[in-house]
């Protein structure tokens, strides 16, 4: 099978052997492999696979059809169009899924929009849902609005009938926001020396929400975790699932105690088999009635063939996207 | 009746009129009112009384008999003997409580012990099975473990059969708390600044528990937070409830992320009605059965007369003391 393969900071497509099941596991003919930032960084080298997926084949989100079944499945059968999320191996003709990892495509769904899905939507329900607990009503704050999380944390806060308070670097991204239904955008505040005005930012989410915010999704860290504790209302939860802008930043404790606040780290990709698999099951549950009844849908920016991935990842690496980009791997 | 008060930042002993029950209050006849750190805050004029709370009188806990009840009062009779945490208002002869904020004193306790309970238990019973959900066997790292909160902590994790790894700045403080059952206890370990050397805690941490702790309890603040993330085993729960060593610190966002970290700070004293009843009934279901049968008691330091509130103060000012002060307000 040809795979999209991390060489010497590139990535280069070579012939590799189709992976035969484990006992649990299906073998899929991959349709459509999102990109992703962790990606970005694998190509660096910078972020290793974890346990158990292909060691350089990256790709953390795959639809396609399943073609063979280990010993031992019995959650799906061949023939089924499946999609989920990986710990690695995706951008590649064939990849070997744990039967728990799969969930069935709706019909409403082709396979390139259905690539698009998996990572972005399982991250935001993870976090918003399972972590945050988020309820009708409550403000959810959600920094890079823009990226594929961000959009899909929007959509799918909305379907929750929370409301949604964005931001952005620029107006150009919130603006884009505005027909995913994005009610109240702020561009991201900066002092003379370029760093997040957290008392700026503080103040105009005040100006919209005067109690603060419920739930802050943190895809930027950094001064942004500043930013989130400043603008919580009591008993806020803030959950934070990247690291763009640092990983480390001052922390308010007082603050903290005084709103009895949340603050709960998470990453998808190193969870082990049976946390995957609840992740995708709340997924199931919750996510693709929505994705099958078109309330809520990725943005896919770009298709681009498995045989360009790497202008894929360059194109991804330029900050100016706005949605996903999705590999055919067909 | 007499009261302690807070008057240009010294304690005097004043006449005040015995207050009258609202309509779900209690008037309580106070035996015995624990001294805490926050007492000694609003001395210096630092940190206001909650609304609701005598503006004046210091006192976050008592014990005593129940005198007069509001007119809508069900849950308690006069003469019952109780205790109970409160926002102030507890260093007098008498003091107003909401009937769900209080507890029935078991026969076994007399009302000098019953007096040094709530605050510390409510505290470390509500951050340790409420906010951290303790579980047999886990590892529960406490720093200032010589302290009030800190003594009942290990007392609390050992009746729920969980290992204690206790903190403190001076061998002599462990010592004592050997005797309460701790196996594993570290001088908290400074760099040449004097200050917390976070890398050498966490190997001194891991040289006992090599996965790290699931729960930490942070009395402290300031860079213990640091230690508590390094020290963290995946899924770890840290519960800030003190910033005696400072309300900020620097922080690993990364760290968080990849160990799925849940952070929560809490405070008793600015609780509404409804919390403080939720964490009082939590304290009858699980805290008072273990008081009753002698499986957990208060360090009782010092027992002084409400009359010598301020000396009492000044003595736990000294940070030399093990265990708590008591005031007798009979």
Known sequence: MRAAVVHDGHIVIEQRPVPSPG?????????????????????????????????????????????ELGPEVSAVAVGDRVFGVVGGGAQAQYLCVHETHCAIVPDTLDFITAGGVPEAFVTAHDAMVTQAAVQPNDWVLIHAIGSGVGTTALQLARAFNANVIGTAR???????????????????????????????????????????????LDLVGGPYLEAEIACAAQHGRIVLIGTLAGGRTSFDILATMQKFLTIRGTVLRPRNVADKAAATAAFVRDVVPLLAAGAVAPIIESVMPLAEAEQAYDLLGTDTTFGKIVLDCS
């Open 170 to 216: 620029t107006a150009a991204k919130l603006e884009q926001c505005t027909s995913l239904g994005l009610a109240h955008g702020i561009v991201a505040p900066s002092d003379d020396a370029g760093r997040l005005d957290v008392n700026a930012l503080n103040e105009a989410v005040r100006a919209i929400a005067p109690n603060g915010t419920d739930i802050a």
């Open 23 to 67: 006992s649990h596991e299906v073998l899929v003919q991959i349709a459509a492999a999102g990109v992703n930032r962790a990606d970005l960084m694998q190509r660096l080298g910078f972020y290793p696979a974890p346990p158990g997926s292909p060691a350089d084949i990256p790709g953390l989100e795959f639809a396609g059809t399943v073609a």
